[in-house]
C-alpha cells in the first residue's frame, strides 16, 4: 500500500490518501494536547502505544462483531482504515462520575452511575467543541434522523464490549469518547481511535489513573502509563487465548 497526499492533520493523527480507493493512511504522532489543543507536546513514544493499544481494542470489538474503519495496522505508527464522513459529534459515555459531570453535580469522584450517560459535543475547535442534544444536532443539519438512535444503539454495545476487555486487564473504563463515521452506502460504523488519549482508566483495585489525567493534571509520566495500559492489555490477551 502507498501514502498518498495529506487530507488532515489532526492533534493526534494525521490521515493520507491511499493508492486504494476507500481507504485512508493514518499516522499516529508523537503529539499530546489537553483544553482542546491549547497546550500542545511532543511526547516521543505516544504515538506507536497509542496505535498499539487501538489495534488490539479495534480487533477486539470487530471479533465481537462490531462494524469498524479499522482495516489493518502497518508498522509501529501507522493504520489503514476505511475512509468514513465523520459524524461531527463526540460521542461521550460514562459509567462513573468524573470529570465535567462531577464537577456540575457536585459528585462524589467515581461514583457508580444508575445507567449508563451518554452525550454528545460538536467537533468544533473554534467553538471549544460545545455540548449538543440530539435535537440540536438534527435541527443543526449535523446527524439525520435515525443516526442519535443507531449512535446509542451502538455506543451502548460497544461501552458493554470495553468494560469486560478492560475489567481483564484490571482496568476500570470510568467514561470515553467515540467518533462515528458514514460509509458510502450510509452505514453508520465505528470510527476514529479508542486509547488512553480518550478514555478514563483507572486501577480496578487502587483506583490510580492510568490515562491522560495524568497529563491533564502534570501527575504522572503520560508515556510510561499508557504503556502500563498496554502491557496489561497484552497479558489479558494471551490469557484469553490459551
Ligand atoms: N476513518 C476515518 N475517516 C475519515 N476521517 C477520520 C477517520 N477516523 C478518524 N478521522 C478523523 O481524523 C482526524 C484526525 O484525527 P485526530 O485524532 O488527530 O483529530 P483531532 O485533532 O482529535 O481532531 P478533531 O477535533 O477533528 O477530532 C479527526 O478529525 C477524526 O475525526
Ligand atoms: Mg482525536
Partial sequence: MQRGSLIKEGKAKSLYETDEPGLIWVEYMDQATALNGKRKHHIAGKGVVNNK??????????????????VETLSDTVQIN???????????VRNYASGSLQKKFNLPYLQ??????????????????????????????FIQPGDSERIQELTLQINDLLIERFAQANLQLVDFKLEFGKLPNGEIIL?????????????LTTKESLDKDVFRKSTGDLV????????????SEEKAHV
Fill in 191 to 203: 470510527a476514529d481511535e479508542i486509547s488512553p488519549d480518550n478514555c478514563r482508566l483507572v486501577d
Fill in 82 to 92: 476505511k475512509s468514513v464522513k465523520i459524524i461531527p459529534l463526540e460521542v461521550i
Fill in 112 to 141: 457508580k452511575l444508575n445507567q449508563t450517560v451518554i452525550s454528545y459535543c460538536y467537533k468544533s475547535d473554534e467553538l471549544d467543541d460545545p455540548v449538543i442534544n440530539a435535537s440540536e444536532a438534527l435541527g443543526l443539519g
Fill in 224 to 235: 510510561t502509563v499508557y504503556e502500563e495500559v498496554l502491557k496489561r492489555l497484552e497479558q
Fill in 53 to 70: 493499544i487501538d489495534t488490539i481494542l479495534f480487533n477486539y470489538l470487530i471479533s465481537e462483531g462490531i462494524k469498524t474503519d479499522y
